[in-house]
């Protein structure tokens, strides 16, 4: 039996992997824009998911994803610089501002880091925009795209693969992250912060690496922004992107912090596409839908699926509760 | 520095920061009590300010009435937010609550920008004329929010110490104990609600006069709410009454200074002040659900 | 029988902490509950006033069953609960407490004066009325939870332990409001750690082991049972 599961595992990847790879060849050039738009929203969905396991949410996903795609844009326009130069060093400036905040919110706990993540949001939006510097309100531009020797990224094939690379990249990392030592004591600490801490983990440092490590791959995800939009405007990180991350989490399943981001992202980008309705009732109706999930299917999307598929289709992750969920239930007597 | 314009800047911060006031004692009540980060505070801010100018401009009746009008109204749709949306996700947890009032907060600004369009409005001044004080000038409109802001947080003050408000904070202490009152915990979340709600409503049908009002006014005066509780401490209804005048009066002359970097330079402000005192100003601890 | 218990069954989670409880409570006696901790007292106490739902079984008050009624309705029926640990809003002061216990007189005359009979009978309550709760000692807070039940005029009291931490000197005070409420023709389902003193007290008892009643019957009978008295009395 376990032989035959096995198989039909391998084939079931097998399939999936190469769907993947040919769909910029089974579609049109502006759904492969979706597929692209899905991947970087999904990434961002990543990193929500990723500190979400240290009982951190955060609401500023979208400012440090503004702050690494004008870290690339101000390099390339203002120093001349390689799309791929510009990488680490967006990921870093990322990482050491965040640092400077979240010394401050992180040791105050859940409640002060999320008012504050919602206030960075705004304040960096503001910084770009007020600012001479990063071009103001209008945005800054750069007319390059990446290149690796003869290869240019300005298709949207091209850029489709770039972005499964990037994608590719962060599943690796988190993957690695949450099955190594580290990641075990994130998982303590995102369960209860007062066993974390009794167990002599430091949580507030804990918490700070992971966070940072967050930061990090925002960054990296807006330096991919700025490789197939070529244009970074203040409003596009605004707090309402950060929100909309958190939707992504929630309807994919807060608890699958892997697949979870990215069936979201999925279903959010292209369920409203599908529907044909007017702009202005679009926001109406994806937030009803947002309701309805919280309420009937609190675990996600797949959560409910896998309450349903065979059990080595998706096999859940338990390590990830949604945060401050109480299980108050009093001792006997 | 224009020291002519020393108390016009004192007073644009005074009206601001009791609009602050309004919004952050509602949300902290709402926190406090029910444990729920209600999102949504902001686009009730917004509704009541363009309730208010409906009420005056479409239907001719007079101010005052519009304040009850918007008061009642972001009152009872709080009570709703509550019955048809909160009641079922509390057990799922904190987070899944706050996100649910993040999207009812969506759909009240969107149905609010379909139906009163989306540009921006404002009233006619209700108090017109200016008031000369020492070689002063002040203009009425803004006395009138000031006025109106110090009453709504008297009638707050008061009504927390009548037995509905006591047994609000019974229950926000101790859940099952005051359910073995006699108190029913439903009933008190409800009002809480749609006190914490109707607080946002009135600062906006009091702003609805002074400040234009636009369908992104509820978000952005959010985030000053959230600072203005960071600054009083979370949980702290005297810590948010005091943190919401000295967060009004520096924003105004941050931004009589450097303009729209203002914000940035209060965030730092702020940074600095929680860096030093964890618990805010008053320097309480923090009660806070979740963890 | 006024307070009569059915096979009653409680679960936490998996953990069955009540297995098949029946008991009976007749109007104006006092009855006690005994056992080692964890035994399911409290559980029995805390499912008799709404705070826990019961997996199954009955419970019967007045001849109508309730045990479908959300917590703050059965206090309007009459069955007051004086939890474990007292349990006061600590933030409120001791006036607005009693006031807390009085919610359902929606009539503030009638509240205020059973606050005056109750602060005769508690003559150190009157004067630290306006005292914040949390600056009470252990023996005044007990005295205010238990004057805080009382505040709705229950026909039942249910109290968990109510001289658990105090001095012997409080646990005497205790012993003599018990008898005090019984006198009122109050029905008391008294849970406590001190036997001897509950015994002394109660007309019936029962004795709970590991979630089910092992013994019960009359209280000065089942003081001389001797498994008994050697279990909890210590002899």
Redesign the interface.
């Given at each position: 039996m376990k032989t035959g599961t096995d198989i039909t595992k391998k084939l079931v990847f097998a399939v999936a992997v190469a769907v993947v790879l040919a769909l910029p060849w089974m579609t049109g050039p502006y759904t492969t824009q979706l597929f692209i738009l899905t991947m970087t929203y999904g990434m961002l969905g990543l990193s929500f998911a990723f500190t979400?396991r240290v009982?951190l949410?955060r609401f500023d996903s979208a400012a440090w994803w503004g702050v690494g795609a004008y870290t690339t844009a101000i390099l390339m326009t203002k120093a001349d610089m390689s799309f791929w130069l510009t990488l680490p060093i967006a990921g870093i400036v990322s990482m050491a501002v965040g640092f400077l905040?979240y010394?401050?919110?992180i040791?105050?706990?859940?409640?002060?880091f999320?008012?504050?993540g919602?206030?960075?949001?705004?304040?960096i939006q503001?910084?770009f925009?007020?600012?001479e510097f990063f071009g103001g309100w209008g945005g800054t531009e750069v007319i390059e795209a990446p290149a690796i020797g003869g290869l240019v990224f300005d298709g949207k094939r091209e850029l489709y693969y770039l972005g499964l690379g990037f994608l590719g990249f962060n599943l690796i990392c988190y993957y690695a992250l949450m099955r190594s030592r580290i990641g075990r004591s994130w998982n303590a600490i995102g369960q209860s912060?007062?066993l974390a801490s009794s167990v002599g983990i430091n949580v507030v440092r804990y918490r700070m690496a992971n966070v940072l490590i967050s930061n990090f791959f925002l960054a990296l995800t807006g330096s991919f922004y700025m490789a197939f939009s070529l244009v970074a405007v203040p409003a596009t990180f605004g707090?309402?992107k950060s929100?909309n991350v958190?939707?992504y989490v929630?309807i994919g399943g807060?608890a699958y912090s892997l697949l979870g981001p990215l069936v979201g992202a999925l279903i959010l980008a292209f369920v409203p596409e599908y529907m044909r309705v007017a702009a202005?009732?679009e926001?109406?109706i994806?937030?009803?839908v947002?309701?309805l999930v919280?309420?009937f299917l609190?675990e996600g999307v797949l959560g409910w699926v896998s309450g349903r598929a065979r059990p080595w289709l998706l096999r859940r992750r338990p390590w990830v509760r949604?945060?401050?969920?109480?299980n108050k239930?009093?001792e006997?007597? | 520095m224009d020291l002519s314009l020393f108390p016009q800047i004192l007073l644009n911060g005074l009206m601001i920061g009791g609009i602050y006031a309004l919004i952050a004692s509602g949300f902290t009540l709402i926190l406090g009590v029910i444990q729920v980060f209600n999102f949504a505070q902001g686009q009730f801010y917004m509704l009541g300010a363009f309730i208010a100018i409906a009420v005056v401009t479409n239907l001719g009746l007079p101010y005052p009435v519009a304040i009850i009008v918007a008061l009642l109204a972001t009152a009872i749709l709080g009570a709703l937010l509550y019955f048809a949306v909160i009641q079922w996700t509390t057990r799922s947890g904190f987070f899944n609550t706050m996100l649910v009032t993040v999207a009812f907060g969506t759909i009240v600004a969107q149905t609010a920008m379909l139906s009163f369009g989306s540009r921006e409005a404002v009233l006619p001044p209700v108090v017109p004329g200016t008031l000369s004080l020492g070689g002063v000038t002040i203009p009425n409109g803004k006395l009138v929010v000031i006025a109106g802001a110090v009453v709504v947080m008297a009638a707050l003050h008061f009504f927390m110490k009548t037995r509905i408000g006591v047994s609000m904070l019974a229950a926000s202490e101790n859940r099952d104990v005051a359910s073995l009152q006699g108190i029913n915990p439903k009933r008190v979340f409800w009002i809480t609600m749609a006190v914490g709600c109707g607080l946002c409503g009135v600062a906006g049908a009091l702003v609805a006069p002074v400040l234009a009002a636009s369908g992104t006014m509820g978000s952005t005066i959010f985030i000053k709410a959230l600072l203005v509780v960071l600054v009083g401490g979370t949980g702290s209804m005297s810590g948010a009454l005091l943190a919401a005048f000295v967060v009004g009066i520096a924003e105004s002359f941050a931004f009589h200074f450097v303009g729209h970097l203002g914000l940035l330079v209060i965030f730092v402000l702020v940074a600095i002040l929680i860096f030093f005192r964890p618990g805010g100003l008053l320097g309480k601890p923090l009660p806070v659900p979740g963890e | 029988m006024l307070l009569e218990i059915k096979d009653l069954w409680v679960h936490y989670g998996s953990a069955e902490a009540v297995r098949g409880v029946c008991l009976g409570v007749g109007e104006g006696e006092i009855v006690t509950l005994l056992g080692a901790n964890g035994a399911g007292k409290t559980t029995t106490l805390r499912t008799i006033s709404g705070l826990k739902k019961a997996t199954s079984g009955e419970i019967w008050y007045k001849g109508e069953r309730i045990d479908g009624l959300p917590a703050h309705e059965r206090v309007k029926q009459g069955i007051a609960h004086v939890p474990e640990g007292r349990q006061l809003f600590y933030t409120l002061t001791v006036l607005q407490n009693l006031q807390m216990g009085g919610y359902l007189w929606k009539n503030r005359s009638e509240s205020k004066k059973r606050l005056e009979e109750l602060c005769e009978h508690f003559p150190n309550l009157k004067e630290r009325l306006h005292h914040q709760a949390s600056d009470m000692s252990g023996g005044e807070q007990q005295m205010v939870a238990v004057a805080r039940a009382l505040m709705a005029r229950p026909k039942v009291l249910l109290m968990d332990e109510p001289s658990l931490g105090l001095s012997p000197i409080m646990v005497q005070e205790v012993a003599r409001i018990v008898e005090q409420i019984h006198q009122s023709g109050v029905a008391v389902v008294l849970v406590e750690q001190n036997a001897r003193m509950a015994l002394k007290l109660a007309q019936r008892a029962y004795v709970l082991e590991v979630g089910a009643v092992t013994v019960s019957g009359e209280a000065a009978a089942i003081s001389k049972d001797d498994t008994v008295t050697r279990a909890y009395l210590g002899y």
């Amino acid at each position: 039996m376990k032989t035959g599961t096995d198989i039909t595992k391998k084939l079931v990847f097998a399939v999936a992997v190469a769907v993947v790879l040919a769909l910029p060849w089974m579609t049109g050039p502006y759904t492969t824009q979706l597929f692209i738009l899905t991947m970087t929203y999904g990434m961002l969905g990543l990193s929500f998911a990723f500190t979400i396991r240290v009982g951190l949410p955060r609401f500023d996903s979208a400012a440090w994803w503004g702050v690494g795609a004008y870290t690339t844009a101000i390099l390339m326009t203002k120093a001349d610089m390689s799309f791929w130069l510009t990488l680490p060093i967006a990921g870093i400036v990322s990482m050491a501002v965040g640092f400077l905040i979240y010394r401050i919110a992180i040791p105050r706990g859940m409640m002060v880091f999320l008012m504050f993540g919602m206030v960075i949001a705004l304040a960096i939006q503001q910084l770009f925009g007020s600012v001479e510097f990063f071009g103001g309100w209008g945005g800054t531009e750069v007319i390059e795209a990446p290149a690796i020797g003869g290869l240019v990224f300005d298709g949207k094939r091209e850029l489709y693969y770039l972005g499964l690379g990037f994608l590719g990249f962060n599943l690796i990392c988190y993957y690695a992250l949450m099955r190594s030592r580290i990641g075990r004591s994130w998982n303590a600490i995102g369960q209860s912060v007062k066993l974390a801490s009794s167990v002599g983990i430091n949580v507030v440092r804990y918490r700070m690496a992971n966070v940072l490590i967050s930061n990090f791959f925002l960054a990296l995800t807006g330096s991919f922004y700025m490789a197939f939009s070529l244009v970074a405007v203040p409003a596009t990180f605004g707090l309402d992107k950060s929100l909309n991350v958190i939707m992504y989490v929630i309807i994919g399943g807060i608890a699958y912090s892997l697949l979870g981001p990215l069936v979201g992202a999925l279903i959010l980008a292209f369920v409203p596409e599908y529907m044909r309705v007017a702009a202005e009732y679009e926001s109406i109706i994806t937030a009803v839908v947002i309701i309805l999930v919280v309420i009937f299917l609190p675990e996600g999307v797949l959560g409910w699926v896998s309450g349903r598929a065979r059990p080595w289709l998706l096999r859940r992750r338990p390590w990830v509760r949604s945060v401050g969920s109480k299980n108050k239930e009093p001792e006997s007597g | 520095m224009d020291l002519s314009l020393f108390p016009q800047i004192l007073l644009n911060g005074l009206m601001i920061g009791g609009i602050y006031a309004l919004i952050a004692s509602g949300f902290t009540l709402i926190l406090g009590v029910i444990q729920v980060f209600n999102f949504a505070q902001g686009q009730f801010y917004m509704l009541g300010a363009f309730i208010a100018i409906a009420v005056v401009t479409n239907l001719g009746l007079p101010y005052p009435v519009a304040i009850i009008v918007a008061l009642l109204a972001t009152a009872i749709l709080g009570a709703l937010l509550y019955f048809a949306v909160i009641q079922w996700t509390t057990r799922s947890g904190f987070f899944n609550t706050m996100l649910v009032t993040v999207a009812f907060g969506t759909i009240v600004a969107q149905t609010a920008m379909l139906s009163f369009g989306s540009r921006e409005a404002v009233l006619p001044p209700v108090v017109p004329g200016t008031l000369s004080l020492g070689g002063v000038t002040i203009p009425n409109g803004k006395l009138v929010v000031i006025a109106g802001a110090v009453v709504v947080m008297a009638a707050l003050h008061f009504f927390m110490k009548t037995r509905i408000g006591v047994s609000m904070l019974a229950a926000s202490e101790n859940r099952d104990v005051a359910s073995l009152q006699g108190i029913n915990p439903k009933r008190v979340f409800w009002i809480t609600m749609a006190v914490g709600c109707g607080l946002c409503g009135v600062a906006g049908a009091l702003v609805a006069p002074v400040l234009a009002a636009s369908g992104t006014m509820g978000s952005t005066i959010f985030i000053k709410a959230l600072l203005v509780v960071l600054v009083g401490g979370t949980g702290s209804m005297s810590g948010a009454l005091l943190a919401a005048f000295v967060v009004g009066i520096a924003e105004s002359f941050a931004f009589h200074f450097v303009g729209h970097l203002g914000l940035l330079v209060i965030f730092v402000l702020v940074a600095i002040l929680i860096f030093f005192r964890p618990g805010g100003l008053l320097g309480k601890p923090l009660p806070v659900p979740g963890e | 029988m006024l307070l009569e218990i059915k096979d009653l069954w409680v679960h936490y989670g998996s953990a069955e902490a009540v297995r098949g409880v029946c008991l009976g409570v007749g109007e104006g006696e006092i009855v006690t509950l005994l056992g080692a901790n964890g035994a399911g007292k409290t559980t029995t106490l805390r499912t008799i006033s709404g705070l826990k739902k019961a997996t199954s079984g009955e419970i019967w008050y007045k001849g109508e069953r309730i045990d479908g009624l959300p917590a703050h309705e059965r206090v309007k029926q009459g069955i007051a609960h004086v939890p474990e640990g007292r349990q006061l809003f600590y933030t409120l002061t001791v006036l607005q407490n009693l006031q807390m216990g009085g919610y359902l007189w929606k009539n503030r005359s009638e509240s205020k004066k059973r606050l005056e009979e109750l602060c005769e009978h508690f003559p150190n309550l009157k004067e630290r009325l306006h005292h914040q709760a949390s600056d009470m000692s252990g023996g005044e807070q007990q005295m205010v939870a238990v004057a805080r039940a009382l505040m709705a005029r229950p026909k039942v009291l249910l109290m968990d332990e109510p001289s658990l931490g105090l001095s012997p000197i409080m646990v005497q005070e205790v012993a003599r409001i018990v008898e005090q409420i019984h006198q009122s023709g109050v029905a008391v389902v008294l849970v406590e750690q001190n036997a001897r003193m509950a015994l002394k007290l109660a007309q019936r008892a029962y004795v709970l082991e590991v979630g089910a009643v092992t013994v019960s019957g009359e209280a000065a009978a089942i003081s001389k049972d001797d498994t008994v008295t050697r279990a909890y009395l210590g002899y």
